[in-house]
């Protein structure tokens, strides 16, 4: 493995989100909420032992993840947004469409020069809140967005080797 010399951190913005198994990325997402866990803490007391407490890990919650971007007529949002909403059928009843409604994402973050170097999967994803169409305000120039809030069952950093630093020859002389 060749030795990592980079000391500065990986910008913010150079990103892409697909879903797993694709080789295609989401187009247009300009925003990814962080990727955050919480683990409770459990405090008890030993009986010999009444003046300190003791804390051990208990249950681990995966924060939603939001995922934003600009409208295009791409429905890829909204179609995996209606897999867990509720429509009338013909019939006048409720159906609800749970067939594939949980997918996996992989968001990649990528260095100044392009190359990957960070790679996160998320697993059992679904859509527990869709924005379809943010506020319109004919005063400004500002991008109509859509958003999408995911929930899902935790997140792994997947391994990636180290990117190659570019390599510089003198040319002169």
């Known amino acids: 493995m060749p030795e990592v010399t980079r000391r500065d951190p990986f910008k913010n913005f150079r990103f892409r989100v697909k879903f797993s198994g694709e080789t295609a990325y989401i187009a247009g997402i300009s925003k990814v909420s962080g990727l955050r866990r919480t683990t409770e803490v459990i405090r008890h007391r030993d009986g010999g032992d009444p003046g300190t407490s003791r804390k051990l890990p208990g249950r681990t919650e995966y924060e939603a993840i939001t995922l934003e971007r600009g409208c ?102």
């Open 72 to 173: 295009t007529v791409d429905t890829a949002f909204e179609e995996w947004a209606n897999r867990v909403w509720s429509l009338k059928n013909s019939s006048g009843g409720l159906e609800t469409s749970l067939k594939d409604f949980r997918r996996d994402l992989i968001i990649d973050v990528f260095d100044e020069g392009g190359q990957q170097v960070l790679s996160y999967s998320v697993h059992d994803c679904w859509v527990s809140e869709y924005h379809g169409l943010h506020e319109l305000d004919a005063g400004s120039n500002a991008v109509a967005f859509e958003r999408i809030k995911v929930e899902h069952h935790g997140w792994v950093r997947e391994h990636t080797d180290p990117p190659q630093e570019p390599q510089f020859t003198d040319t002169a002389g």
